[in-house]
């Protein structure tokens, strides 16, 4: 057993070394900036949104609201391209300046009377004729948006998909002048224009992308206002409403040496990070901002709502699902994210994230660092663990200060994060320093042994050597079905896994512990525990089945919290744990095996290796716990057992008869188990005879008994159901001795 010493001087230098390389780590760490730093970092400046929202605008911006009272009046959506030049005539009329749609037409009106003519071919001659002398609602819509002053929406995809190209279709251009330099390297770059119908974009006085993408956690903090989309520079929505309510002169870009730094758009400047994309001072969703469409529709909206507005058409009503995460709110309509930039340009309180503010944080925590690691070694834990203090406050504060006074985004939490743990660091090493005394084989030992096992090694602590004894042991393995899919959904969020699975295993570990187990070891997602050693227990076999019947009702539970912290949380996602364990008795070499530096009390011997292959064939079987036959004649009088096959295990040429554990003594005394089990013995028989028939006939009547019982033996069932139907149509070889052979572990 290796003892950790250190003293003096050179303890110091090493504890230093320690953090000048844990400090360089984090900084590399940081330059990287993988998912998890920048997510926590959005996090924290979402919350800073949260503590100092935008004040409430009174800018002449109003959202002409496609909501649920809106449906009820005039029907589903989309609507008649007429009923959408009604309401354009509307808005029009009562004084707005400019009309932006946060939908794109880009599809043939239905309900066009062209389109009824000839999606209708019964129709009478007369009434056909009647109808293409209508003009078509895109041409009604088209001269409704002519006598106007409207900017159409338009978006942009990713995916070179060939049924949204534009090629027939030209792409007005916007006009536009370069100051500084050429923005398009930097320019986000979309190869797809998801347009309106032609007759409908020409007559349109601005055009203007409502393309917004969310962060990858979901959350919408950056809005692009200008990009390129099929080698054309486009404006965001927000900002070619913009424009065109101030003339439609043309739009400019200014580019520094890091990339964009702004537009100006309508003579205001807006700033931009190097890509072209606002940080928007996000406010709480407000009703005060919408009139319903159907109101203006019907002459009910008020007309100072309209008159001299700026006004944005998009929607609100839930089944049309057009909805965003924001910093301050989990569901707010998307076209409000475009009145608020709007609201934000024209009250110039956008928020920045300045180009040198990583240089800064960086500069900032490794100073700070050099300083904790100087001065932590030479003062006592108390006055390290004010001056962490100290330190840390004054990162939070600046950075409030900074966003609450200056609107800039600086993240305090790499430099706390970072400073706490070399804090951490350097105070254990001073701990470490200061107790210079042996470790106890207590403390050593009891976070990963049976509290028996360390209490022993703590009276005898001569059997800490190499080496074990023969004994009769029985075996547990358990393990997570379907972890690699589980640990999938976790990938962007590490932690949410490691805190799924702490509290999977903890449940797990008690129910073992609690029958006087001994954990050997975890493996990832998996647990080996053994019975019988060190303390001698008689009884270990039904001490096992006993725990892992209390793991499978543990687990039980463990979904049923998932499922209600699911329900109360909505975003939250359940995760359905399920287990398979397999049991096995024999006899073990068990004893402390390893190196004359690092060992562990484990067992060994084909007991343990069958053990893992038992529980391997858990979900094949459908079921939750296997048993091998020396495990199952000692329970099979006091538990709910029952033979399941005959297997060649892969990697054993002798087969092993199994068995499963459905329940404890209360169901091996009902009768419908004894049934159940008389059917199932009867199944295997004519099964192993090739009576097919038979073996169907006593194999139907094993589902309905076990669903009586509340024993989950339906996959079992089906395996045999295709197995009989498989030897029916390709029967087994004449010496065919029923023994199944496992192809997997």
Known sequence: MRLFKSAGSMGIALSRLAGIVLLLLLLGLRVADPLFLSAIRNQSF??????????VSTQPITIVDIDEKSLEQVGQWPWPRSEVARLIDKLTAMGAIVVGFDVVFAEPDRLSPDRVAADNPNLPASVKADLLKLPSNEKVLADAIQKSRVVVGETSVRLTDATLAAGDRAIPEIPHAALGGDPLPYLLKFPRLVQNLPVISQAAAGHGLFT????????????????????????????????VATGGQAFATRTGGAGLEGIVVGGVFVPTDGNGRVFPWFNASSRDRYVS???????????????GHMVVVGTSAVGLEDFRATPVANFMPGVEIHAQIIENILTQQFLSRPGYAIGMELVFTFLAGLFIIWLVPKIGALYAFFAAFCVLGVVAIATLWAFYAQRMLIDPTFPIGALAALFMLM????????????????????????????????DHPEQLVLGGETRELTLLFTDVRGFTTISESFKTNPQGLTRLMNRFLTALSKAILDRDGTIDKYMGDAIMAFWNAPVDLPDHAMRACRAALDMLKTVENLNAQSRQDAAQNPGERVHEIKIGV???????????????????????GDTVNLASRLEGQSKPYGVGVILGDTTAAVVADALAVIEIDLLRVKG???????????????????????SLKQANLSMLQHYRSQQWDAAAAALAEIGPLAERLGADLEHYVELYEARIADFRANPPDAGWDGVYVATSK
Do not use: W
């Open 427 to 458: 105070a254990t090493a001073n701990y470490i320093r200061e107790e210079q005394q042996k470790r106890q084989i207590r403390s050593a030992f009891g976070q990963y042994l049976s509290p028996a096992l360390v209490d022993r090694l703590a």
């Open 652 to 674: 054993k040429n002798e087969p092993e008869r199994i068995h499963t554990l459905l329940g404890l003594e209360e169901m091996m005394g009902d009768a419908a188990f004894q």
């Open 46 to 55: 979402d919350f800073f949104q949260r503590f100092h929202p935008r004040p």
């Open 293 to 307: 469409a159907g109101s203006v529709l019907s002459g009910e909206a008020k007309p100072d709502r309209i008159a």
């Open 212 to 243: 917004v993408e969310p962060d990858p956690d979901g959350i919408f903090r950056r809005v692009p206002l200008v990009m390129m989309v099929e080698d054309h520079i486009r404006l965001g929505l927000s900002a070619e409403m913009l424009r």
């Open 582 to 604: 397999g049991i096995n008795s024999g006899q073990c070499v068990v004893g402390n095996m390893g190196s004359d530096m690092r060992f562990d009390y484990t067992a060994l």
